[in-house]
């Protein structure tokens, strides 16, 4: 079957995924709390839970933060559902920002809060997920789509 912006689609599958098997690996193989480091004193695999967004925003906010990530999710399905036929850099951006909210999202619902473990000691840093990274590299990849003309894919 062909779907109108299927990269959108893998992607945001694709990372989906790769979040929440990420989070599965590290509730069952960590202790709450618990750390083990990569590279000492840089970086460390820290499991600890957030009931907020990033940098603990809005702690203890769970309900909005769920329906939030819902409202997006949603919203950015039918976008490539019903909406123009994206570019390269809007498909890589909307599908990285959905699996993330998804993933998120996921948690909010279930758990009543995001796990969260990467940890970058050297900076203090707070600790963060895939789900995290995902996002932040869609609204890059959307922000780099406004300087580079791309055909769509």
Same mark, same amino acid.
């Given at each position: 079957?062909? *779907?109108?912006?299927?990269?959108?689609w893998i992607v945001? @599958?694709?990372t989906?995924?790769?979040?929440? @098997?990420?989070?599965?690996l590290?509730?069952?193989?960590?202790?709450?709390?618990?750390?083990?480091?990569?590279?000492?004193?840089?970086f460390?695999?820290?499991?600890? !839970?957030n009931t907020?967004a990033?940098?603990?925003?809005? /702690?203890?906010n $769970?309900?909005?933060?769920? *329906?939030? /990530?819902l409202?997006?999710?949603l919203?950015l399905?039918?976008?490539?559902?019903w909406?123009?036929?994206l570019?390269? *850099?809007?498909? +890589?951006g909307?599908?990285?920002? +959905?699996g993330?909210a998804?993933?998120n999202?996921?948690?909010r619902?279930? @758990?009543?809060? $995001?796990? #969260?473990?990467?940890?970058? &000691?050297?900076? &203090?840093?707070? $600790?963060?997920?895939?789900? #995290?990274?995902?996002? &932040? !590299?869609g609204?890059? /990849?959307l922000?780099?789509g !406004?300087?580079?003309? &791309?055909? /769509?894919?």
């Amino acid at each position: 079957m062909y *779907w109108k912006n299927r990269f959108f689609w893998i992607v945001g @599958l694709v990372t989906f995924v790769l979040d929440q @098997l990420t989070k599965y690996l590290v509730v069952k193989t960590f202790n709450i709390k618990e750390t083990f480091a990569i590279i000492p004193g840089v970086f460390h695999f820290t499991y600890v !839970t957030n009931t907020g967004a990033a940098f603990s925003l809005f /702690s203890g906010n $769970v309900e909005s933060l769920r *329906w939030l /990530s819902l409202i997006v999710s949603l919203a950015l399905m039918a976008m490539a559902i019903w909406g123009l036929r994206l570019n390269f *850099w809007e498909k +890589l951006g909307y599908g990285c920002i +959905l699996g993330g909210a998804m993933g998120n999202g996921i948690d909010r619902f279930i @758990l009543g809060y $995001v796990v #969260d473990f990467l940890d970058f &000691n050297l900076i &203090n840093f707070p $600790v963060f997920n895939l789900a #995290d990274v995902f996002i &932040n !590299t869609g609204i890059l /990849s959307l922000l780099i789509g !406004t300087f580079i003309t &791309n055909p /769509s894919k």
